[in-house]
T-cell receptor, first 113, second 115 residues
Framework: GNSVTQMEGPVTLSEEAFLTINCTYTATGYPSLFWYVQYPGEGLQLLLKATKADDKGSNKGFEATYRKETTSFHLEKGSVQVSDSAVYFCALISGAGSYQLTFGKGTKLSVIP | NAGVMQNPRHLVRRRGQEARLRCSPM?????VYWYRQLPEEGLKFMVYLQKENIIDESGMPKERFSAEFPKEGPSILRIQQVVRGDSAAYFC?????????????FGPGTRLTVL
């Protein structure tokens, strides 16, 4: 079956620090990969996605590259801000026409001034 | 364009009561998905509905849980005779017709607490 493993939090960083949140996956076929972000009190928002190997998704300064050889989709940002404090979820959908998102457990990020 | 709406945001029930969770998809979206997030866990798929049809309920517990998406009105997730283990955050997502079901827009969730 499909599964997503992401680094456990919480992660606490100072403003302007470099961020990496690791995500690896197991899936049948060729999944599409996603990062969702959940700000306090809000629903999940799609942050970025990649649909095939070597694709790079990017948004709001965040990036993640679909690495088929290492089955990974690590999230990175060069300089975090306090406003990036949130819970980040890695997820996948596997197979054409699929709709069941499989999520990791989430990583809580706190950025301090 | 308003996002996915869920209500109530917080719901407290005693064991044995019924819980009704509502989800209004984004305007123009005809696909609705429900996910459950247990404490310290990721979201888990429960059910996928289109208007008046249940497409896939493979993630839904066989007993006490039901879902509908009527022709008019919001989608409803109904939990009968709630137990403490039902305490969780329930998220609804929607996607538009014809644009692929892999891009889902999520609501803020309903946090159910069973006393």
């Amino acid at each position: 079956g499909n599964s997503v493993t992401q680094m456990e939090g919480p992660v606490t960083l100072s403003e302007e620090a470099f961020l990496t949140i690791n995500c690896t996956y197991t899936a049948t076929g060729y999944p599409s990969l996603f990062w969702y972000v959940q700000y306090p009190g809000e629903g999940l928002q799609l942050l970025l996605k990649a649909t095939k190997a070597d694709d790079k998704g990017s948004n709001k300064g965040f990036e993640a590259t679909y690495r088929k050889e290492t089955t990974s989709f690590h999230l990175e940002k060069g300089s975090v801000q306090v406003s990036d404090s949130a819970v980040y979820f890695c997820a996948l959908i596997s197979g054409a026409g699929s709709y069941q998102l499989t999520f990791g457990k989430g990583t809580k990020l706190s950025v301090i001034p | 364009n308003a996002g996915v709406m869920q209500n109530p945001r917080h719901l407290v029930r005693r064991r044995g009561q019924e819980a009704r969770l509502r989800c209004s998809p984004m305007k123009g979206h005809s696909h609705v998905y429900w996910y459950r997030q247990l404490p310290e866990e990721g979201l888990k798929f429960m059910v996928y509905l289109q208007k008046e049809n249940i497409i896939d309920e493979s993630g839904m517990p066989k007993e006490r849980f039901s879902a509908e998406f009527p022709k008019e009105g919001p989608s409803i997730l109904r939990i009968q005779q709630v137990v403490r283990g039902d305490s969780a955050a329930y998220f609804c997502a929607s996607s538009p017709e014809g644009q692929g079901t892999d891009t889902q827009y999520f609501g803020p969730g309903t946090r159910l607490t069973v006393l």
